[in-house]
């Protein structure tokens, strides 16, 4: 009978690992001893001990030669959250993940980690310190949302302790720091088109912004407790900086300090929710004749007018999580990575 070589436990897969969370956990895991090998559709960066394998999660054979001798697979690829492109969301993230899970048992992966998100329980309204046992959203508010769901179920439900698969899901919210393509990016964008004065609603309203290192910790420590006989075995965990801020003091903070203006004047959340709404089911009509994409989308408009935050308990009791860069560090460090982006340059 042919025997399979245990793999190393300190060998990993990083799907997704070009992106821009999945490139900070590369630089981690090499950094803690690991031997990494990155399977995403791009190759973005080169670095020693770190093999490159270029393709779609969609092709299994493809995704079997990136998962070989290796007892760990981190599956962070998604298409980007704002496309509205929901054939492309369901073949990545549902079909894809499936594809995911048959290839790990093909190559006896012992351990897949998949990154979740927060917002599989956000309906557009408040979340006040949300547990990890609110339901799925009911009615998500987009194709990313949606999929998201879908996705962390497949994972979960694979988790099997006879067939010796472990599964786990780290749901971080508001992901930011240096070279995240979309924050900071759309902030400022969005501040040269002079579209950021205004507040949505009070200001009042409480979010959770999570520093990329704290996310990268989160998934460091879930693969390295994730154990037949651990809690972790087919759950969720919130990872966030555990320090919920005012939306809008964030945003400001940042804009502020990449030398914009802060944004002053409210406007009421119903007005705006309905004007993004409207502007979103124009533009749905008028796709075949001419393409436009509002800044505000009802998705945004949500998460910028209500209050989420989600308590990290869970994960500091089962794997001793703590985030080790605290908000105003993290946002020093962020608005010094962005020079380019400043105000005049
Ligand atoms: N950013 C955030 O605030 C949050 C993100 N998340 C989750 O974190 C994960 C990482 O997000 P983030 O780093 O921001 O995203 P990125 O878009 O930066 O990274 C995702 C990577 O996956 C690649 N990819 C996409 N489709 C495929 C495919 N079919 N096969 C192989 N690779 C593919 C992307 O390539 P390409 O760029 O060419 O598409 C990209 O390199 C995602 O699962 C996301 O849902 C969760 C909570 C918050
Ligand atoms: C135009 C402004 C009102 C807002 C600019 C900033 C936004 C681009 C970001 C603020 C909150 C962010 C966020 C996500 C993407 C970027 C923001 C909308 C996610 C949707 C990314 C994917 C997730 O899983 C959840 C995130 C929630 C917060």
């Given at each position: 009978m042919a025997t399979r070589i245990r793999p190393s436990s300190k060998r990993c897969t990083v799907i997704g690992g070009s992106g821009f969370l999945g490139r900070h956990l590369v630089e981690r895991l090499v950094d803690r001893g690991y031997t990494v090998n990155?399977?995403?559709?791009r190759q973005a960066y080169e670095l020693p001990g770190v093999t490159f394998y270029q393709g779609d999660l969609c092709d299994k054979l493809a995704?079997?030669?990136a998962l070989k001798e290796v007892s760990i697979v981190f599956h962070c690829a998604s298409p980007a959250p704002g496309s509205d492109d929901g054939a492309l969301f369901q073949r990545v993230n549902i079909d894809g993940t499936r594809t995911v899970i048959q290839a790990c048992h093909?190559?006896?992966v012992q351990k897949l980690i998949l990154t979740s998100s927060a917002s599989v329980v956000f309906e557009g309204t408040d979340?006040?310190?949300g547990k990890e046992d609110l339901p799925y959203a009911k009615k998500p508010i987009d194709y990313y949302t949606e999929t998201k769901i879908k996705q962390e179920k497949l994972v979960l439900e694979a988790c099997s302790k006879e067939k010796g698969f472990l599964t786990v899901a780290i749901r971080p919210h508001g992901i930011f720091g240096p070279r995240d393509p979309q924050l900071v990016p759309i902030l400022v964008d969005t501040a040269r088109r002079g579209k950021m004065k205004f507040i949505i609603g009070d200001g009042s309203n409480?979010?959770?912004?999570?520093?990329?290192?704290?996310?990268?910790h989160g998934h460091i420590l879930a693969a390295e407790h994730l154990k037949a006989d651990s809690p972790l075995c087919g759950q969720?965990?919130?990872i966030t900086n555990d320090e919920p801020v005012r939306f809008w003091d964030f945003m400001s903070q940042i804009l502020v300090g990449l030398g914009y203006s802060a944004p002053r004047y409210h406007l009421p959340y119903a007005l705006v929710y309905g004007i993004?709404?409207?502007l979103w089911f124009i533009s749905l009509i008028l796709r075949p004749l001419i393409q436009f994409k509002p800044t505000f989308s009802p998705m945004r408009v949500a998460l910028a007018g209500t209050h989420h935050y989600y308590s990290c308990a869970r994960a500091k009791q089962d794997m001793g999580y703590r985030p080790l860069v605290p908000l105003q560090e993290a946002v020093v460090r962020t608005v010094e990575s962005y020079p380019h982006l400043r105000n005049g340059e």
């Open positions: 990155v399977f995403d559709i995704l079997v030669m093909e190559a006896g979340i006040k310190n409480l979010v959770d912004f999570t520093y990329v290192e704290n996310v990268v969720a965990y919130h993004a709404l409207l």
